[in-house]
């Protein structure tokens, strides 16, 4: 069975500075990955996937995360945050033996001015 | 395009106590599920459903959890009786199709169990 790690559980960072979100991942099997977010008083929505192809992936914000099999990790990464990305991102992964997510547990990023 | 919609939103039962909670996926979506996520985790996922049929519900507590989505629409998700560990957000999402398709996940519904 797949499970996930997010090595921080808060992660406070200034304005316009670069942050990274850490995802660690075990599984026997190929494996998905997701990022999602979950703004404040908002439902969880997908912010990047990788499934195959280029280990990079991006999101139309500015979120970009790489794919590392070797080191079985999912991080994520953004070079210049803004106050509004103050949010709580969950690392996901699934597999083809039911396409199931399990989740991490959560990274609550504060950005601050 | 409407999304995903639960209700009711919040709920405080007494333990020992029944309590259902609904669900109305985007229209068109023939997979549905419904997760737990308990305060400080990730959300769980209790059952999937693919139209009107289980497709994996292999970490619902059965002895208390039940759930039904008899016209592959809608869906209601029950406890009986409830226990003060079953106090949580229960989401519900929905995809266009099985497999690795977006889930849309709908805003919670936040159970307080006393």
């Known amino acids: 069975a797949q499970s996930v790690t997010q090595l921080d559980s808060q992660v406070p960072v200034f304005e316009e500075a670069p942050v990274e979100l850490r995802c660690n991942y075990s599984?026997?099997?190929?494996?998905?990955l997701f990022w999602y977010v979950q703004y404040p008083n908002q439902g969880l929505q997908l912010l990047l996937k990788y499934l195959s192809g280029s280990t990079l992936v991006e999101s139309i914000n500015g979120f970009e995360a790489e794919f590392n099999k070797s080191q079985t990790s999912f991080h994520l990464r953004k070079p210049s945050v803004h106050i509004s990305d103050t949010a709580e991102y969950f690392c996901a992964v699934s597999d083809n033996s039911g396409y199931a997510l399990n989740f991490g547990k959560g990274t609550s990023l504060l950005v601050t001015p | 395009e409407a999304g995903v919609a639960q209700s009711p939103r919040y709920k405080i039962i007494e333990k020992r106590q029944s309590v259902a909670f609904w669900c109305n996926p985007i229209?068109?979506?023939?997979?549905l599920y419904w997760y737990q996520q308990i305060l400080g985790q990730g959300p769980k996922l209790l059952i999937q459903?693919?139209?009107?049929?289980?497709?994996?519900d292999s970490q619902l507590p059965k002895d208390r959890f039940s759930a039904e989505r008899l016209k592959g629409v809608d869906s209601t998700l029950k406890i009986q009786p409830a226990k003060l560990e079953d106090s949580a957000v229960y989401l519900c999402?929905?995809?266009?199709?099985?497999?690795?398709?977006?889930?849309?996940f709908g805003p919670g519904t936040r159970l307080t169990v006393l």
């Open positions: 999402a929905s995809s266009f199709f099985r497999g690795l398709d977006e889930q849309f």
């Open positions: 459903f693919q139209n009107n049929g289980v497709v994996d």
């Open positions: 229209s068109g979506h023939a997979t």
């Open positions: 599984s026997s099997v190929s494996v998905y």
